[in-house]
C-alpha cells in the first residue's frame, strides 16, 4: 500500500531539486496565461497605447499574485523547518532582520542560491533565475517577470507580519542585463511600529 | 574553415531566423532569404523521397564550388541550416549547440510565438557567443 503523499516527511524533501528546464516551460507557459486579454475590452483596443499599458498592468498584477500564492507555502515551510531543526527558534519582528532572512534563506529555499544584494527596502538579484530564457520584447519592456519572485517575497512578508506593497523593476547594467530590483514598500502601520520598536 | 551563415527554417519551409558571420557568399536582401529557404525546404522534402533502399531522411549535406550547407532536422521538423565554407569540419557540432540556444532561449521564451521569425535578444546573444565572427 503507497503511502500517501500527505504523510510523507516534510523534511525528505528538503534538499530536493527539480529539472530547470521544465520548471522553464511550466512558468513560461504562466506567463502566457496571465497575459491572456479581459473580456469586452474591444473598445479600448482602438487605442493600442492604453491597451497595452492595461494589459501589462494586469500581467504584473497576476504574475504577483501567483507568486504570493506560492509564498504562503514557502514560509509555512520555512517556519516548519527551522522550529524542527533548532533548539531556540527564532521570531524576527524587526523589517531588517526579516529581510535579510527573505534575502538569504528564502532566496536558496526557492532559487537555490541567496540573492546578490540587499538595501534598506529593496532586493537585488543580478541574474533572476525565473527569468533565465526570456527576452522580454521592446514594447514591454516595463514588464518584469519576476513579479513572480515580487508575490514570494510579499507573502513572506505578510505572513511575518510586515504588510507591504512588493514590486519588481528591470534594473539592467552593462554586466548583468538581466539585473532585477525588487522593492518593497511597507504599509504606513509597520514604519510606526519600527520607529516605537528603534 | 569559417562559417558564413546560419538560417532556420519552420515546419512550413518560412524562414524564421537569418544570420551572417564571415565574409564568403553574396549579400542578399531579406526577401531573397525567404525565398531561398523555401526552395529549400522543398528541395529537402524531395530528397528525403529518392533513397533507392527506402526509407531515407532529407539532404543532410549540399555541397557547392565554394560553401557547403549542413541541414539538421529536429523532430517537429524545424531545420537548422549553416552555410560553411568547404574545409569546416564543426559544422553539425556548432548545428547542436545551437539547438540547444534553441530549445532555451526560444522555446522557452513565453513571448515567442512558435512558427513566428524569431525576435529574442536572447538567442542573438547565445548565438553570437557561440558562432563569434565565423572565422
Known amino acids: 500500500m503507497r503511502p500517501n503523499i500527505y504523510d510523507r516527511n516534510l523534511n525528505r524533501t528538503r534538499t530536493a531539486e527539480i529539472s530547470a528546464s521544465a520548471f522553464a516551460f511550466l512558468f513560461s507557459e504562466m506567463v502566457q496565461y496571465t ?158 511600529r519600527e520607529q516605537v520598536l528603534k | 574553415m569559417a562559417i558564413f551563415g546560419l538560417w532556420v527554417v519552420n515546419k512550413a519551409g518560412g524562414l524564421v531566423y537569418q544570420r551572417n558571420f564571415a565574409d564568403g557568399l553574396a549579400q542578399l536582401t531579406s526577401n531573397e532569404y525567404l525565398v531561398l529557404a523555401g526552395t529549400l525546404h522543398g528541395i529537402h522534402a524531395i530528397t528525403s523521397r529518392l533513397s533507392p533502399i527506402g526509407f531515407s531522411s532529407g539532404a543532410q549535406v549540399i555541397e557547392g564550388e565554394s560553401f557547403k550547407m549542413t541541414i539538421f532536422l529536429t523532430v517537429t521538423g524545424t531545420k537548422f541550416v549553416l552555410l560553411t565554407s568547404l574545409s569546416e569540419t564543426a559544422a553539425e557540432s556548432v548545428l547542436q549547440k545551437i539547438y540547444e540556444a534553441y530549445a532555451d532561449a526560444v522555446m522557452k521564451n513565453p513571448f515567442y510565438t512558435p512558427e513566428m521569425p524569431i525576435r529574442s535578444d536572447g538567442f542573438d546573444t547565445r548565438i553570437i557567443a557561440l558562432v563569434g565572427t565565423g572565422q
Not at chain 1, 59 to 72: A, E, P, S
Not at chain 1, 130 to 138: G, K
Request: some cysteine; overall charge positive; hydrophobic content about 40%.
Open chain 1, 35 to 192: 497575459q491572456k486579454r479581459v473580456s469586452g475590452i474591444n473598445d479600448l483596443e482602438r487605442r493600442h497605447v492604453y491597451f497595452l499599458s492595461l494589459s501589462l498592468s494586469l500581467t504584473t498584477h497576476r504574475l504577483n499574485t501567483l507568486g504570493y500564492r506560492v509564498g504562503v507555502r514557502v514560509l509555512e515551510l520555512m517556519v516548519w523547518r527551522a522550529e524542527s531543526s533548532s533548539k531556540t527558534p527564532k521570531r524576527e519582528i524587526r523589517f531588517l532582520p526579516a529581510l535579510m532572512s527573505i534575502h538569504t534563506q528564502v532566496w536558496r529555499a526557492v532559487f537555490g542560491r541567496p540573492a546578490d544584494a540587499i538595501e534598506k527596502n529593496m532586493i537585488i538579484d543580478n541574474d533572476p533565475l525565473l527569468e533565465r530564457h526570456i527576452s522580454v520584447p521592446r514594447d514591454f519592456s516595463t514588464l518584469s517577470c519576476s513579479s513572480f519572485a515580487a508575490g514570494i517575497v510579499e507573502a513572506v512578508l505578510d505572513g511575518l507580519g510586515f504588510p507591504a506593497r512588493v514590486t519588481a523593476h528591470n534594473t539592467p547594467t552593462q554586466q548583468y542585463p538581466s539585473r532585477t530590483t525588487i522593492l518593497i514598500k511597507l504599509e504606513q502601520s509597520v514604519l510606526e
